[in-house]
């Protein structure tokens, strides 16, 4: 059981570049989420998704689309990178099943910079 | 909407002696309240959780933390820190009447225990 794994650990990226973030769980976990974490700021929601191909935004989301075309995964594109994309960014799954309150399992996170 | 505000950028405290990590909340429903802590360059681990019930909950580590309805509160708290307690806690709410699964997450407080 490898919980949420994500890939890479590491990117830099020029401005105007494309890349996806992977984010994969092998817990069978309704909910996914992808986060961002800046200094001083905490962890900001970026989207969610409560199950395959239902998808959703959370405080922050422009700048970045995702899928979710499967149980397992949900990967996170950014179309044109931008120097403020510059962060830590996190995956997370959780059970949902409705009002249940169950808590997030993370990922290690990917750092990205942006020059 | 959801929002929780931790009051405190860091928190220093010597080894030994009782510690509190403060957290304040707002939600429109039932709240379901979380603490998280993150270790330099991992990802956020859970320690606890309230849902109903009992005020105080006991979590992982000797962590414990203290539901307070009337004051909007969480905060965490250990009888006596440690060392390696020393780390980046984050409290989260989701609204409990929803089904989205949504945590939002307060900007998070540095606990530094020293010797």
């Known amino acids: 059981n490898a919980g949420v794994t994500q890939t890479p650990k590491f990117q830099v990226l020029k401005t105007g570049q494309s890349m996806t973030l992977q984010c994969a769980q092998d817990m069978n976990h309704e909910y996914m989420s992808w986060y961002r974490q800046d200094p001083g700021m905490g962890l900001r929601l970026i989207h969610y998704s409560v199950g395959a191909g239902i998808t959703d935004q959370g405080e922050v989301p422009n700048g970045y689309n995702v899928s979710r075309s499967t149980t397992e995964d949900f990967p996170l594109r950014l179309l044109s990178a931008a120097p403020s994309q510059t962060s830590v960014y996190f995956c997370?799954?959780?059970?949902?099943?409705?009002?249940?309150?169950?808590?997030?399992?993370f990922g290690p996170g990917t750092r990205l910079t942006v020059t | 909407a959801q929002s929780v505000a931790q009051p405190e950028d860091q928190v220093n405290v010597a080894e030994g002696n009782p510690l509190t990590v403060k957290c304040t909340y707002s939600?429109?429903?039932?709240?379901?309240l979380f603490w998280y802590v993150q270790y330099p360059n991992r990802g956020l681990q859970f320690l606890l959780k309230?849902?109903?019930?009992?005020?105080l909950v006991k979590g992982s580590y000797g962590f414990e933390a203290e539901f307070n309805k009337s004051q909007t509160s969480f905060h965490l708290k250990k009888p006596s820190a440690l060392v390696s307690d020393s780390a980046l806690y984050f409290c989260a709410v989701r609204d409990g009447s929803s089904n989205t699964g949504k945590l939002i997450f307060g900007q998070g407080t540095t606990l530094q225990v020293k010797p």
């Open positions: 939600v429109s429903g039932n709240p379901y």
């Open positions: 309230y849902i109903t019930g009992d005020n």
């Open positions: 997370a799954s959780s059970y949902s099943k409705g009002t249940g309150a169950y808590e997030q399992y």
